[in-house]
C-alpha cells in the first residue's frame, strides 16, 4: 500500500511537472482592441459666389467637391452657407466671425488675413501639414499667408500673371516670342516692343506692349520685381520700394510709354476691360500682360496666343506676381471639429481635387503635385512660372494708403513723377502706418 500511494504522489507530481512545462513562459496577449469609429463632425463652410441649387460652374464644382470629401470622410457633413462677393456678402461673413459660431472654412481674401489672425480668429496650419505637404508646396506658396513666421491659411491658387502674345503680329513682324527656356532680358523686351509698334498699311495703328495700369491696377505687378526690388521688406516691416531697385525697375515701366513710345496712348489711365478689348481686337496690341483669368475667353475665341514669361531685369531671374485663393480655418475648442476642417481646407486646395473635379482650377496651385490647370500649353506655362512669385507679406494698411500707393504709381506711368521721387515722397506715410501695425 506504502509503495501505491508513493507512485500516486510520483505520478501527480510529474503530472504537474509536465503541464507546467507547456504552460506559455509569458501571460496571453489580449486581442487588439476595436478602432472606434470617428467622432462624428458637422462642419459649415462658407464659400464665395456660391448659390444653393445653382447651375454655374462655382457652385456645381463647390457641390461636387463636398460630395466627394463627405463619401471619403463619412463621419464629416459639411452645410455650405453661400455668401456673394459683395459688401452684403462681407457683412454676412464678419457677423459670423464675430460670433465664432457656425462657421468653420472659408475664402479669406489676402487684405483681411492679418486682422483675422491677430483677432484670434483663426487657427493656424502648420500642426496640421505633413512633411510631404511641407515639400509638395513651393517655398512661395506661404508668403502671403505668413504672419508673425505662422502660416493662416491654405493657398489654393495664385493668379500668377504673364504675358500674352499675338502670334499673327509677331509673325507678321518677324519677332519670335521668348520661352520659359529661353526668356527675353529687358533690352531683348523693348526692342521688340518697339518693332511690334508699327502702322499697318491700311492706316490702323498697333502698339508692342499695354496692361492694365489704371490706379490701384495690378496686372503689370511682375515688373516692379524684375530689378530685385519690392514694395516691402520680406516681413513687411519696412517699406522699400524706394531702394535703387525699386525705383529702377517702376521707372523702366513708365519709359516704355515716355521714351520708347510701344504703348497705347491711354497706358496709366486704361483700365482692366478696356485694355483687353484692345488686346481682343488683334490688330492694336501685341504683347498684353495679364491675370490667366482672360485665356478662356480667348480660347473661345481661337485666339492666336501664345504664353510667355515676364522679361529679365537687373536681377536676372524670372518672376512672376498675382492674387491668391485662400482657405482659412476658424479657431474653436472643439479638437475633433478643428482637424475636420483644416482636413476640408486641405482637400479643397490640395492636387487630388484638382483631379476630382475637371475645371476646378481657375488658375494654377501652389502645390508641385497639382497639375491640373495645366490643360494645354500656354496654361502649362502659368503653372510653371508660380514657382518664381514673388509676393508680398500680408498687412492690413488703411484704404486710404492703398489709394494714394496707387496714385503714385499713376503719377509714375504717366510721367508727372520719377520712380524715385515718387516713392521717396509716400514712403513716410507708408512706414508709420507698418510702424504702428508692429506695435
Given at each position: 500500500?506504502?509503495?501505491?500511494?508513493?507512485?500516486?504522489?510520483?505520478?501527480?507530481?510529474?503530472?504537474?511537472?509536465?503541464?507546467?512545462?507547456?504552460?506559455?513562459?509569458?501571460?496571453?496577449?489580449?486581442?487588439?482592441?476595436?478602432?472606434?469609429?470617428?467622432?462624428?463632425?458637422?462642419?459649415?463652410?462658407?464659400?464665395?459666389?456660391?448659390?444653393?441649387?445653382?447651375?454655374?460652374?462655382?457652385?456645381?464644382?463647390?457641390?461636387?467637391?463636398?460630395?466627394?470629401?463627405?463619401?471619403?470622410?463619412?463621419?464629416?457633413?459639411?452645410?455650405?452657407?453661400?455668401?456673394?462677393?459683395?459688401?452684403?456678402?462681407?457683412?454676412?461673413?464678419?457677423?459670423?466671425?464675430?460670433?465664432?459660431?457656425?462657421?468653420?472654412?472659408?475664402?479669406?481674401?489676402?487684405?483681411?488675413?492679418?486682422?483675422?489672425?491677430?483677432?484670434?480668429?483663426?487657427?493656424?496650419?502648420?500642426?496640421?501639414?505633413?512633411?510631404?505637404?511641407?515639400?509638395?508646396?513651393?517655398?512661395?506658396?506661404?508668403?502671403?499667408?505668413?504672419?508673425?513666421?505662422?502660416?493662416?491659411?491654405?493657398?489654393?491658387?495664385?493668379?500668377?500673371?504673364?504675358?500674352?502674345?499675338?502670334?499673327?503680329?509677331?509673325?507678321?513682324?518677324?519677332?519670335?516670342?521668348?520661352?520659359?527656356?529661353?526668356?527675353?532680358?529687358?533690352?531683348?523686351?523693348?526692342?521688340?516692343?518697339?518693332?511690334?509698334?508699327?502702322?499697318?498699311?491700311?492706316?490702323?495703328?498697333?502698339?508692342?506692349?499695354?496692361?492694365?495700369?489704371?490706379?490701384?491696377?495690378?496686372?503689370?505687378?511682375?515688373?516692379?520685381?524684375?530689378?530685385?526690388?519690392?514694395?516691402?521688406?520680406?516681413?513687411?516691416?519696412?517699406?522699400?520700394q524706394n531702394s535703387p531697385e525699386g525705383a529702377s525697375a517702376l521707372q523702366k515701366i513708365a519709359e516704355l510709354a515716355l521714351v520708347h513710345k510701344c504703348t497705347p496712348p491711354d497706358f496709366g489711365t486704361v483700365d482692366q476691360a478696356g485694355v483687353r478689348a484692345q488686346f481682343k481686337d488683334r490688330k492694336t496690341v501685341a504683347i498684353l500682360m495679364s491675370t490667366p483669368g482672360?485665356?478662356?475667353?480667348?480660347?473661345?475665341?481661337?485666339?492666336?496666343?501664345?504664353?510667355?514669361?515676364?522679361?529679365?531685369?537687373?536681377?536676372?531671374?524670372?518672376?512672376?506676381?498675382?492674387?491668391?485663393?485662400?482657405?482659412?480655418?476658424?479657431?474653436?475648442?472643439?479638437?475633433?471639429?478643428?482637424?475636420?476642417?483644416?482636413?476640408?481646407?486641405?482637400?479643397?486646395?490640395?492636387?487630388?481635387?484638382?483631379?476630382?473635379?475637371?475645371?476646378?482650377?481657375?488658375?494654377?496651385?501652389?502645390?508641385?503635385?497639382?497639375?491640373?490647370?495645366?490643360?494645354?500649353?500656354?496654361?502649362?506655362?502659368?503653372?510653371?512660372?508660380?514657382?518664381?512669385?514673388?509676393?508680398?507679406?500680408?498687412?492690413?494698411?488703411?484704404?486710404?494708403?492703398?489709394?494714394?500707393?496707387?496714385?503714385?504709381?499713376?503719377?509714375?506711368?504717366?510721367?508727372?513723377?520719377?520712380?524715385?521721387?515718387?516713392?521717396?515722397?509716400?514712403?513716410?506715410?507708408?512706414?508709420?502706418?507698418?510702424?504702428?501695425?508692429?506695435?
Amino acid at each position: 500500500m506504502k509503495r501505491l500511494i508513493v507512485l500516486i504522489v510520483v505520478l501527480a507530481l510529474a503530472a504537474i511537472w509536465l503541464i507546467a512545462c507547456a504552460a506559455p513562459t509569458t501571460a496571453p496577449k489580449s486581442a487588439e482592441p476595436t478602432k472606434a469609429p470617428a467622432q462624428p463632425v458637422t462642419l459649415v463652410f462658407y464659400q464665395r459666389g456660391y448659390t444653393a441649387g445653382g447651375t454655374d460652374a462655382g457652385t456645381v464644382n463647390t457641390d461636387k467637391a463636398v460630395e466627394i470629401f463627405q463619401k471619403n470622410n463619412p463621419n464629416i457633413k459639411i452645410n455650405i452657407v453661400g455668401i456673394p462677393w459683395t459688401a452684403e456678402g462681407d457683412t454676412k461673413l464678419e457677423a459670423a466671425l464675430a460670433a465664432k459660431t457656425d462657421i468653420n472654412v472659408f475664402r479669406v481674401t489676402s487684405p483681411n488675413l492679418p486682422r483675422y489672425a491677430k483677432q484670434g480668429i483663426l487657427s493656424e496650419i502648420t500642426p496640421f501639414l505633413t512633411e510631404e505637404d511641407k515639400k509638395d508646396f513651393y517655398p512661395s506658396g506661404f508668403q502671403i499667408a505668413t504672419i508673425d513666421g505662422k502660416v493662416w491659411a491654405w493657398p489654393l491658387w495664385v493668379t500668377a500673371i504673364s504675358n500674352f502674345v499675338n502670334t499673327d503680329i509677331l509673325k507678321e513682324r518677324g519677332v519670335e516670342p521668348p520661352t520659359m527656356a529661353k526668356p527675353w532680358t529687358w533690352d531683348q523686351f523693348v526692342e521688340a516692343c518697339k518693332k511690334l509698334t508699327y502702322k499697318k498699311a491700311d492706316g490702323t495703328q498697333v502698339y508692342g506692349f499695354s496692361s492694365s495700369s489704371k490706379w490701384g491696377a495690378v496686372e503689370y505687378y511682375p515688373l516692379m520685381y524684375i530689378d530685385g526690388g519690392r514694395i516691402l521688406s520680406a516681413d513687411g516691416k519696412k517699406f522699400v520700394q524706394n531702394s535703387p531697385e525699386g525705383a529702377s525697375a517702376l521707372q523702366k515701366i513708365a519709359e516704355l510709354a515716355l521714351v520708347h513710345k510701344c504703348t497705347p496712348p491711354d497706358f496709366g489711365t486704361v483700365d482692366q476691360a478696356g485694355v483687353r478689348a484692345q488686346f481682343k481686337d488683334r490688330k492694336t496690341v501685341a504683347i498684353l500682360m495679364s491675370t490667366p483669368g482672360f485665356i478662356p475667353d480667348l480660347e473661345k475665341e481661337n485666339f492666336p496666343l501664345a504664353v510667355t514669361p515676364p522679361p529679365l531685369g537687373a536681377l536676372n531671374k524670372m518672376v512672376t506676381n498675382g492674387a491668391f485663393g485662400l482657405f482659412a480655418v476658424v479657431n474653436v475648442g472643439d479638437q475633433a471639429k478643428l482637424k475636420a476642417a483644416h482636413e476640408l481646407a486641405k482637400y479643397l486646395t490640395g492636387s487630388q481635387v484638382a483631379k476630382d473635379i475637371q475645371g476646378w482650377q481657375l488658375a494654377p496651385g501652389l502645390r508641385r503635385s497639382n497639375t491640373g490647370y495645366s490643360t494645354n500649353a500656354n496654361r502649362e506655362v502659368i503653372a510653371k512660372l508660380v514657382e518664381f512669385g514673388v509676393y508680398e507679406a500680408p498687412v492690413a494698411t488703411s484704404a486710404e494708403l492703398g489709394n494714394n500707393y496707387g496714385a503714385a504709381l499713376q503719377a509714375i506711368i504717366l510721367g508727372k513723377k520719377t520712380a524715385k521721387q515718387a516713392m521717396d515722397e509716400i514712403a513716410p506715410d507708408y512706414q508709420k502706418e507698418l510702424d504702428a501695425l508692429s506695435k
